[in-house]
């Protein structure tokens, strides 16, 4: 019988993985959200008080110059609550880096946040926006009342200033959750339907759909645990391994910082505190990492991992080949 408790044990089938080249960053600013999504993984909310620190900020710039970050993934809770995001951002392009924004697309349509498009237009910032259904009534039902509304009144604005639009270089993504016991519906078909129905329907267009698996732990598993799925579920995404994933899969070249500045392999792995498998220590930070002993390293994986590698695959990037 598989237990939640698992996932932080060493217990595992998994099969062992090795660290590439460090390319992404992937930066968590702190759980404050102003939405309280059913299958959020961070456990964020509005009445979260972590936030990343401008001195932990400046340690992140200093390692993005030293390992000659490439790309930077901000995630949260929502990024741009934030106080410090306009200037990590800034910092962040002025070195030449590309920067993402996960971004739960309510915040900006929130009351202090009407200049947030605009700026990220200016910084040719990446989104990528949570947009968990194209029908009204499975969006609210995930993220609250009204927040299908509002996520289709800030894909307007940012249309209007260009994200998405045939030829245009600001990239705007879309991402999709599936609900409930199952694996996410194949991506390219899903990309279609979502197009067709957000243009035709409210005029909205975007870039690409990443259709991403919902991983077992924190909210989602306690969900799975209280519908008495947890097993069902871990089976799912077992019987559905395909070892063909494991090559792309997103700790292979990305690492992930928590608010307070600690480092993991992956975003899943910092919300179950899991250590970098690289290091013996405990617990890492930024600020005293040495990149280059990175590369070829084992990473920490454990029976969460499947979520990653099940059927098409998920990551932060979408699906990882196609079905
Ligand atoms: S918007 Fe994102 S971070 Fe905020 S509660 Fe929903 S899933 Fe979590
Ligand atoms: S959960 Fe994290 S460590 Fe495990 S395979 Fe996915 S990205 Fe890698």
Redesign the pocket.
Known sequence: MMRATALNTGETDFPAILRKNLEILQVNLG?V?????T???????PKRTEVMTLETIREVLAFIDQAKIKTLDL????PEMNPQFTYLVSRARAMGVKVID?C?L??LEEPGYEQMTAFLAGHEVEIIA?LPCYLEDNVDKQ?GKGTFQSSLAALQRLNALGYGQPGSDLQLNLVFNPQGVSLPPEQSSLEKAYKDYLLSHYGIVFNRLFALANLPIQ?FAKYLINKNLFDEYMQLLKTNHHAENLEQVMCRNTLSVDWQGYVYDCDFNQMLALPLGALSESKAHISGLNFSILNGQPITVRDHCFGCTAGQGSSCGGALQSL
């Open positions: 759980y959200c102003n939405l309280s999504c299958h959020c993984h961070v456990n964020a909310g995630t949260g809770g929502a996960r739960n309510v915040i949570s993220r909210r």
